[in-house]
T-cell receptor, first 113, second 114 residues
């Protein structure tokens, strides 16, 4: 089962910042937070990941609380093409076994024109 | 760089028939995954390969599903016989190695079992 909790859906106006929350209160010290998104009829796409520091790349920013029990994905200037299902996933970063991703139901983000 | 290729994109079969899906990962990627995504849910891992060996198949219904990755490149996922509940999108993903941060997903094969 997924170790994260996300709201099922959110709306955001085009051009505004989209802030997607994720709760992962049982996260372990060696687990990272990963974000993927899935645009309709496509496979999931990696966005960003982090351990405890805030991270930023060309797609988004990831803010992780100090206690690591929750995080927020920020799309700074949302466009219509950002409409997708966003998945927050926790997983260890290294190990000797399998590393498949455990997806929940995610958040369906709808960008309104 | 070419992405993960999958075929066919769509398949409709009757229950109790068999079906096979093909995946060609990104060149040089050692790790290959098959996920099943039922409508309204997130993808669920079925099987993971490292080169041509199985790393994890704990969620693969082995009485009807099988997968292989001969020569450590292409992979085939087979269902025989299919059930109505197998209707789903089957996603293939690959990564350079285990525990890298990014898995690259193909477009998926949408299977409808009638």
């Amino acid at each position: 089962d997924a170790k994260t909790t996300q709201p099922p859906s959110m709306d955001c106006a085009e051009g505004r910042a989209a802030n997607l929350p994720c709760n992962h209160s049982t996260i372990s010290g060696n687990e990272y937070v990963y974000w993927y998104r899935q645009i309709h009829s496509q496979g999931p796409q990696y966005i960003i990941h982090g351990l405890k520091n805030n991270e930023t790349n060309e797609m988004a920013s990831l803010i992780i609380t100090e206690d690591r029990k929750s995080s927020t994905l920020i799309l700074p200037h949302a466009t219509l093409r950002d409409t997708a299902v966003y998945y927050c996933i926790v997983r260890v970063r290294s190990g000797g076994g399998a590393d498949g991703l455990t997806f929940g139901k995610g958040t369906h983000l709808i960008i309104q024109p | 760089e070419a992405g993960v290729a999958q075929s066919p994109r769509y398949k409709i079969i009757e229950k109790r028939q068999s079906v096979a899906f093909w995946c060609n990962p990104i060149s040089g990627h050692a790790t290959l995954y098959w996920y099943q995504q039922i409508l309204g849910q997130g993808p669920k891992l079925l099987i993971q390969f490292q080169n041509n060996g199985v790393v994890d198949d704990s969620q693969l219904p082995k009485d009807r599903f099988s997968a292989e990755r001969l020569k450590g490149v292409d992979s085939t996922l087979k269902i025989q016989p299919a059930k109505l509940e197998d209707s789903a999108v089957y996603l293939c993903a690959s990564s350079t190695q285990r525990f890298t941060y990014e898995q690259y997903f193909g477009p998926g094969t949408r299977l409808t079992v009638t």
